[in-house]
């Protein structure tokens, strides 16, 4: 009798271990299939934001890739430094995977040589061109004590901002004379949504990215040049044909920026037209399909 009661408890615990075993198989099996579910539900609410920052008169961007990359278009003049870190850690950036330098203009890299002392950087672009402003001499500076080598911003560079993101160089295509005609310019892709940055690429230069052949097409511009006459011509807009507009202008400049011509030009086309001094700063969110617009006030 001893012997059969422990022979009884040898297979019931066997019983109990083969139950355990194929319960925990299908819970874990369970838990799998819970979080694929969960990975499908958080990819759709994946976004890309991209930050069109109040810097007054002078243009910045900052995009958040889904997965948490990071890049950084111009910075504002100098008297913005403190207020580009201030940005910095509003929305959490601490490092910055790609910085773009458009083009040597003050406007544009005045507040760059803080942002590259302050925060941790992957890969710099610039164009190439020389000034010899103190701004862009600081500048170079920064990314020397960085240990940083910039990369030569030119039309046909492409890359992944990361698995979702794809960001092409359009321009330079060649070489100009004017610094302004030299802004690298990028578009962003993420799905089916796309972001035009054209820092202050006037007229030649977008002539010359029409006649490369590369899809202009985007949903957000980001207006060449502030709103100057000597960007945004029709063709280029027609080319683009965005839905949203953003202007990045300070309130009362001197330059007169935006003007009434490319105003009306963007009006005729039926954008929306999103601008810093009216709005602050313009938050763009794009989940790769749609397109949100929020700003500051
Ligand atoms: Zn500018």
């Given at each position: 009798?001893?012997?059969?009661?422990?022979?009884?408890?040898?297979?019931?615990?066997?019983?109990?271990?083969?139950?355990?075993?194929v319960f925990s198989g299908c819970s874990l099996e369970l838990s799998d299939a819970g979080s694929a579910d969960q990975a499908d539900g958080k990819q759709q609410?994946?976004?890309?934001?991209?930050?069109?920052?109040?810097?007054?008169?002078?243009?910045?961007?900052?995009?958040?890739?889904?997965?948490?990359?990071?890049?950084?278009?111009?910075?504002?003049?100098?008297?913005?430094?403190?207020?580009?870190?201030?940005?910095?850690?509003?929305?959490?950036?601490?490092?910055?995977?790609?910085?773009?330098?458009?083009?040597?203009?003050?406007?544009?890299?005045?507040?760059?040589?803080?942002?590259?002392?302050?925060?941790?950087?992957?890969?710099?672009?610039?164009?190439?061109?020389?000034?010899?402003?103190?701004?862009?001499?600081?500048?170079?500076?920064?990314?020397?004590?960085?240990?940083?080598?910039?990369k030569t911003a030119k039309s046909g560079l492409s890359w992944d901002l990361d698995d979702q993101v794809h960001v092409d160089m359009l321009a330079p295509t060649?070489?100009?004379?004017?610094?302004?005609?030299?802004?690298?310019?990028?578009?962003?892709?993420?799905?089916?949504n796309s972001f035009l940055l054209t820092g202050d690429a006037e007229a030649e230069s977008e002539k010359d990215m029409i006649a490369s052949g590369a899809n202009?097409?985007?949903?957000?511009?980001?207006?060449?040049?502030?709103?100057?006459?000597?960007?945004?011509?029709?063709?280029?807009?027609?080319?683009?044909?965005?839905?949203?507009?953003?202007?990045?202008?300070?309130?009362?400049?001197?330059?007169?920026?935006?003007?009434?011509?490319?105003?009306?030009?963007?009006?005729?086309?039926?954008?929306?037209?999103?601008?810093?001094?009216?709005?602050?700063?313009?938050?763009?969110?794009?989940?790769?399909?749609?397109?949100?617009?929020?700003?500051?006030?």
């Amino acid at each position: 009798m001893r012997t059969s009661k422990s022979t009884y408890a040898i297979i019931f615990s066997l019983l109990a271990g083969i139950f355990l075993f194929v319960f925990s198989g299908c819970s874990l099996e369970l838990s799998d299939a819970g979080s694929a579910d969960q990975a499908d539900g958080k990819q759709q609410g994946k976004q890309l934001k991209v930050y069109f920052l109040d810097v007054g008169q002078g243009a910045s961007q900052l995009l958040v890739t889904p997965s948490g990359k990071t890049m950084l278009i111009d910075a504002g003049n100098n008297d913005k430094e403190q207020k580009m870190l201030d940005y910095m850690k509003k929305y959490r950036i601490d490092k910055l995977d790609v910085v773009i330098g458009t083009h040597p203009d003050a406007d544009h890299i005045g507040g760059l040589d803080k942002v590259i002392d302050h925060i941790p950087v992957g890969a710099i672009y610039m164009p190439k061109v020389q000034s010899n402003t103190k701004t862009f001499e600081s500048l170079l500076i920064s990314i020397k004590n960085k240990g940083l080598k910039v990369k030569t911003a030119k039309s046909g560079l492409s890359w992944d901002l990361d698995d979702q993101v794809h960001v092409d160089m359009l321009a330079p295509t060649g070489t100009y004379e004017d610094t302004n005609n030299m802004s690298a310019v990028v578009k962003v892709t993420y799905g089916q949504n796309s972001f035009l940055l054209t820092g202050d690429a006037e007229a030649e230069s977008e002539k010359d990215m029409i006649a490369s052949g590369a899809n202009l097409q985007a949903d957000v511009l980001l207006v060449g040049h502030h709103g100057s006459n000597s960007s945004t011509t029709a063709k280029f807009l027609k080319q683009v044909h965005p839905k949203y507009a953003v202007i990045q202008v300070g309130e009362g400049n001197s330059y007169g920026h935006p003007k009434p011509k490319v105003l009306d030009r963007l009006q005729q086309q039926g954008v929306e037209v999103y601008r810093n001094d009216k709005q602050g700063t313009v938050e763009v969110t794009s989940d790769g399909r749609s397109i949100h617009i929020a700003t500051e006030r």
